[in-house]
């Protein structure tokens, strides 16, 4: 890590905290040059492969506002969007995995936006599952009944 103030590269950790969520650390560094401090945080990189083989950032809020289209005119808030959203990304990063496919992603939604609401599951599932037909929709519909009845 480079001193801001002499440009220095090397330094020593002094100090390191965990934010709340536990997603980034605050590191206190001193430089090995010129003695100063200095605060630097820090953060686990998880990118998105795209179909298009582009990769982009991670961003929790893309997430929520493919929940909100598939949930619109439903009865689910923003705070469970929210929350499925965190969710949803807490169980990607468990995985280790600095790279994501936009797939996995969607499939890591499926479960949890089942158990919120099943008609915002369905639209969800549809784009997905890539639903070709309305035999599609009857076997995923079907599986739903199946389930609650168990």
């Known amino acids: 890590m480079r001193c801001p103030l002499c440009r220095h590269s090397d330094s020593r ?6 934010s709340e969520d536990g997603a980034v650390i605050r590191r206190r560094r001193e430089c090995l040059a010129c003695k100063q401090r200095f605060t630097t945080t820090e953060s686990a990189a998880l990118f998105v492969l795209k179909r298009s083989g582009t990769l982009e950032p ?25 929350r499925l959203a ?10 280790g995995a600095a790279q994501v496919e936009t797939g996995e992603i969607g499939r890591t939604i499926l479960e949890p936006l089942k158990e919120l609401d099943v008609v915002a599951y369905l639209r969800f599932a549809s784009v997905y599952s890539a639903f070709n037909s309305l035999e599609d929709f009857e076997s995923a519909i079907a599986s739903l ?4 009845r168990a």
Do not use: M, N, W, Y
């Open 13 to 18: 950790v002094v100090d390191s905290r965990a």
């Open 58 to 82: 991670f961003s929790r809020a893309k997430v929520v506002a493919g929940l909100a289209k598939a949930c619109q005119g439903r009865p689910v808030s923003t705070d469970d969007l929210e």
């Open 86 to 95: 965190q969710q949803v990304e807490e169980t990607i990063r468990a995985t």
């Open 145 to 148: 009944r199946k389930e609650r």
